[in-house]
């Protein structure tokens, strides 16, 4: 009988590829830690992890392990998550990995009704606009554009259509002409957005040409993968391209102005997504509910 613990261990190190955050997130010492590592290593008669002074990864060993019982202990989990369905109150916590528009403009807003209902359900939000493997991660939720999701999760749509718009302050614009054509955006100052620090290129901003998708490739003065983004802009120090929900508000009052609107395009709603294992506990479900749209 292999050690519960040792294998458990063996999870939450693989998940967070380093003994030090792994030691943190389990309450013990990143070096007891690599001994009880070295330990199940040593009754597999398997090295399950390539070490090195600077990173760590795991051998194929390692992964064919992680794959097969990484899914049984999430089941675990959520069984046990599933007993709170007994209490009077419910209570846990829901983990979900997001991009920060969806968090700002639709997952934000539908919990700030939510929360306060359930004071004892705890919400982890991760803005992340990567895809990622939620699964691996140890997320709850994940949440994307469209829905597009691999075969083992479920997608539930949580949000209309999202329609992207094109802005600038009117301060900005005074003493500016106003772009009429998508190649007039080259004679501007623009605010441009990056995906994350891996990804060196902006994101091109796309729009919508009687029907023909038309992807252009901002050359910023500054660019954010945050909505740092409408701030700048509010401070008349260029024109974004960012999702309408997000300036809503601004543009009814005047702060912002809306550009180019005979191209605007919309994208998918956005989806929350998940695995499709049973299980899930009543907190898993209030908060699905909580965002479903």
Not at 45 to 58: E, P
Request: hydrophobic letters at 40%; proline letters at 5%.
């Amino acid at each position: 009988m292999y050690n519960f613990n040792e294998l458990h261990y063996f999870v939450v190190v693989a998940q967070a590829s380093s003994f030090v955050k792994a030691g943190k997130a389990l309450g013990i010492s990143s070096s007891a830690l690599s001994h009880s590592m070295s330990n199940l290593e040593t009754k597999l008669n398997l090295r399950l992890f390539n070490r090195t002074t600077r990173s760590m990864s795991l051998t194929e060993a390692g992964e064919q392990l992680y794959k097969q019982i990484a899914p049984l202990f999430q089941s675990l989990n959520q069984q046990v998550s599933a007993l709170s369905d007994f209490l009077s109150t419910p209570s846990g916590t829901i983990r979900i990995n997001a991009p920060h528009l969806a968090v700002e403009s639709i997952i934000y807003p539908k919990l700030r009704q939510f929360l306060p209902r359930y004071p004892q359900i705890k919400i982890e939000i991760e803005a992340d606009n990567n895809w990622i493997d939620i699964v691996k991660q140890g997320f709850d939720m994940g949440c994307r554009l469209g829905n597009d999701i691999a075969n083992d999760m479920i997608a539930v749509k949580i949000s209309a259509p999202l329609t992207m718009a094109v802005v600038a302050s009117p301060d900005y614009l005074k003493s500016r002409p106003l772009p009429k054509q998508i190649k007039d955006l080259d004679e501007h100052q623009l605010i441009g957005k990056k995906i994350s620090a891996q990804h060196a290129t902006e994101l091109a901003w796309e729009f919508n040409d009687n029907g023909n998708i038309i992807k252009y490739q901002p050359s910023s003065q500054l660019s954010s993968n945050s909505n740092l983004r409408k701030q700048v802009v509010l401070d008349g120090l260029g024109i974004t391209w960012i999702g309408r929900p997000t300036v809503e508000d601004d543009l009814a009052k005047g702060n912002l102005i809306e550009l180019l609107e005979d191209f605007a395009i919309t994208y998918e709603p956005f989806y929350i997504y998940y695995p499709s294992r049973k299980g899930h506990s009543q907190v898993f479900k209030l908060v699905l509910d909580a965002l479903k749209f």
